[in-house]
């Protein structure tokens, strides 16, 4: 079946350090992946995307490539920022459906100054 | 645009009680969906809409109710609630069923059933 598995946390970093959280996926056909955040108290909003391989998704310094040969979506940042504490979600709609996410277990960031 | 409003924000509701958790969109999205957040598990679909009178089941949609009778609503409703669905429920909505849309989250609901 589709599933992601993404990497334990809590993660805990200093202000300025590099960010990698993996994630990797099963899925049949060629799904999009997404990574989305949810600060403290709110919501999920979408922080990157790509919707096929070898496409990089960025936003706000994080990026992540769709690599299909190790079926990953890894997400980086080069120098975080105590702002971006929060819960990543990566997740995937696959083809062939409607638009239904799944995702994650989700990996807490804490970033200390 | 107030985006996607879910209420109410915290309930605590008894084993066998009933209640309904209101989700509306003001951006004349036609996908909308349901999920629950438990620890350790990230997001699960319950239902889904793609359209005003079209609903379908998501992955834990027992004990779980939906009905879409306008583009900008979507209530779930939970007809007697258990201890299994203590969690935090949130709306989403979409402008398109394809994949690759961002679907767009309300706030989030924190039910407790004791």
């Known amino acids: 079946g589709n599933s992601v598995t993404q990497m334990e946390g809590p993660v805990t970093l200093s202000e300025e350090a590099f960010l990698t959280i993996n994630c990797t996926y099963t899925?049949?056909?060629?799904?999009?992946l997404f990574w989305y955040v949810q600060y403290p108290g709110e919501g999920l909003q979408l922080l990157l995307k790509?919707?096929?391989?070898?496409d990089k998704g960025s936003n706000k310094g994080f990026e992540a490539t769709y690599r299909k040969e190790t079926t990953s979506f890894h997400l980086e940042k080069g120098s975080v920022q105590v702002s971006d504490s929060a819960v990543y979600f990566c997740?995937?709609?696959?083809?062939?459906?409607?638009?239904?996410?799944?995702f994650g277990a989700g990996t807490r960031l804490a970033v200390h100054p | 645009n107030a985006g996607v409003t879910q209420t109410p924000k915290f309930q605590v509701l008894k084993t066998g009680q009933s209640m309904t958790l209101q989700c509306a969109q003001d951006?004349?999205?036609?996908?909308m969906s349901w999920y629950r957040q438990d620890p350790g598990m990230g997001l699960r679909l319950i239902h889904y809409?793609?359209?005003?009178?079209?609903?379908d089941q998501g992955e834990v949609p027992n004990g779980y109710n939906v009905s879409r009778s306008t583009t900008e609503d979507f209530p779930l409703r939970l007809l007697s609630a258990a201890p299994s669905q203590t969690s935090v429920y949130f709306c989403?909505?979409?402008?398109?069923?394809?994949?690759?849309?961002?679907?767009?989250f309300g706030p989030g609901t924190r039910l407790t059933v004791t």
């Open positions: 899925a049949t056909g060629y799904p999009s």
């Open positions: 790509a919707t096929k391989a070898d």
């Open positions: 809409s793609v359209g005003a009178g079209i609903t």
């Open positions: 989403a909505s979409s402008y398109s069923s394809d994949r690759g849309h961002e679907q767009y």
């Open positions: 997740a995937l709609a696959f083809s062939g459906g409607y638009n239904k996410l799944i």
């Open positions: 951006m004349n999205h036609e996908y």
